[in-house]
Structures are given as structure tokens and as C-alpha cells.
């Protein structure tokens, strides 16, 4: 049996990155390009708007974060996984929700 300890950790990491992602995420498209729509100039919503695009990583920060979730349950000791399994199913559950 080998360590659970470097799938958990990725696992938490990710989870955790995902979750400021869509924070950014969500603050840029609500609070400034939704409340702020025609006072933004052209060329500065271009580029906002590829921003969101590039912020849209989360979608895969949160598979990663549930397949290091899974490999987890392969290791020892038997407790991350349980840490792991909550952790990767909100990543996944914001993954679906938000899509």
C-alpha cells in the first residue's frame, strides 16, 4: 500500500483553487461586467471578457481535485480519504452547479 498523503493534499490544493477561481470568476462577470455593462468601454470588456474565459480553468481544477480524491482512496492512511471524498464531491458539485 502506498501513501494517500500526496493524492490528499493535491486534492485539498485543488479543491481550494477551484473555489478562489469561482470566486474571481463570479466577482468579474456579476459585479463588474453585469453592474457595469455600458459604462465599460469596448476594448476593456474584449479584455475582460477573455479574462472570464481564462478563468473558466476551474472546470478543470475540480476534475483534477476529484481524481486526486479517488486516488486517495488507494492509500494509507485510511483517514484522508475520508477528508478527500467531501472535499472533491463540492468541487464536483460546484463543476456541475455553476455549469
Do not use: N
Not at 469561482?22 to 459585479?31: D, M, N, V
Not at 476594448?43 to 481564462?54: A, D, M
Not at 478563468?55 to 478543470?60: F, N, R
Amino acid at each position: 500500500m502506498y501513501s494517500a498523503w500526496p493524492a490528499g493534499v493535491a486534492c485539498v490544493c485543488f479543491s481550494a483553487l477551484t473555489f478562489l477561481l469561482l470566486g474571481a470568476y463570479g466577482r468579474l462577470h456579476w459585479k463588474v461586467l453585469f453592474q457595469h455593462d455600458y459604462s465599460v468601454q469596448d476594448p476593456v470588456r474584449t479584455q475582460l471578457l477573455q479574462i472570464l474565459g481564462y478563468l473558466e480553468v476551474y472546470h478543470l481544477t475540480a476534475l483534477l481535485s476529484v481524481g486526486f480524491g479517488v486516488w486517495a482512496f488507494w492509500g494509507q492512511p485510511r483517514w484522508i480519504r475520508w477528508v478527500c471524498l467531501p472535499v472533491g464531491l463540492l468541487s464536483l458539485f460546484m463543476f456541475i452547479v455553476v455549469m
